[in-house]
């Protein structure tokens, strides 16, 4: 009912490296690093991570966009 939820954790395993290299953040290579900490966030009421803001995500969208006019000649989005 309302006001009621409940935690639901899914896992989600490790592809295998098929590089068989050290990496700098251990399981870096699924990304599990960003997503134990996006859902250690959520838990915590927060909206965003310490460790990559809301405006890092901008930074990066940026970027995309730079490297798509370079490459198609045209945006595809609004700034």
């Not at 592809?15 to 399981?27: A, I, M, R, S, T």
């Given at each position: 009912g309302r006001g009621q939820s409940k935690v639901v954790v899914h896992?989600?395993?490790?592809?295998?490296?098929?590089?068989?290299?050290?990496?700098?953040?251990?399981?870096?290579i699924g990304f599990i690093h960003q997503i134990n900490e996006v859902g250690e966030a959520l838990r915590e009421g927060k909206t965003q991570c310490e460790s990559y803001t809301w405006e890092d995500s901008l930074e990066v969208a940026k970027i995309v966009d730079e490297i798509v006019l370079q490459v198609r000649?045209?945006?595809?989005c609004v700034e």
């Open positions: 896992e989600f395993p490790l592809p295998d490296d098929p590089y068989n290299e050290e990496w700098n953040n251990p399981g870096s000649g045209k945006r595809d």
